[in-house]
């Protein structure tokens, strides 16, 4: 069954504004995981937060991530019109074998 | 070098015809994956495979069947397609699943 749900469905902001994306998940997990899609392409890892990390960063991207509320936030700082693209969570499964994605937050960057 | 490549990119066919989609990679990864995402975006696992076992999401209908040659190639084969079918499909690479998947190109599925 879905783990990860993204909110909001789509937020669109401007050039050099942050952008700030949550993802919810129902059970306990190893690691969360957060891509990038942009429209016609396929999945781009972003970043990976283990259970036992509460944040993380990568370059212009930060992670956190709350067991104790089953959520993770991505902050995008200095956003750009190359941002604009689809952001999933993604969280492993139960059963070991898969990830299993939240159904994304659509990000517009215009300039 | 593409890291997972998907073919073909585009695949427009009728109802009832069987067809492939090959994928293959160049990771050196033990672990593949197929997912399939529908319109809305939405991306569910179907198969996971590594060159131990595989394991299928107990929803996908058996007229889908994943086929191994090697560790480098998982191909998708899909019976008797229906309408519902038309979506896109993607493959995917990781070392395991504790690790960052890399996904190929995706394959763009219609069924007529």
């Known amino acids: 069954s879905q783990q990860g749900e993204e909110d909001p469905q789509a937020l669109s902001i401007q050039e050099g504004e942050n952008a700030t994306m949550n993802c919810s998940y129902k059970?306990?997990?190893?690691?969360l995981q957060w891509y990038r899609q942009n429209s016609g392409r396929g999945l781009v890892h972003l970043i990976l937060i283990r259970s036992n990390e509460r944040e993380k960063h990568s370059g212009r991207l930060r992670v956190t991530l709350d067991t104790s509320k089953k959520s993770s936030s991505l902050l995008i700082t200095a956003s750009r019109a190359a941002d604009t693209a689809s952001y999933f969570c993604a969280t492993d499964s139960n059963s070991g074998y898969a990830l299993n994605f939240g159904k994304g937050t659509s990000l517009l960057v215009t300039p | 070098d593409t890291a997972v490549s998907q073919t073909p990119k585009y695949l427009v066919t009728q109802m009832g015809n069987d067809k492939s989609i090959k994928c293959e990679q160049n990771l050196g990864h033990d672990t593949m994956y197929w997912y399939k995402q529908d319109s809305k975006k939405f991306l569910k696992i179907m198969f996971s495979y590594n060159n131990k076992e595989l394991i299928i999401n107990e929803t996908v209908p058996n007229r889908f069947s994943p086929k191994s040659p090697d560790k480098a190639h998982l191909n998708l084969h899909i019976n008797s397609l229906e309408l519902g079918d038309s979506a896109v499909y993607f493959c995917a690479s990781s070392q395991d699943l504790r690790y960052e998947q890399y996904f190929g190109p995706g394959t763009r599925l219609t069924v007529t």
């Open positions: 059970t306990s997990i190893n690691n």
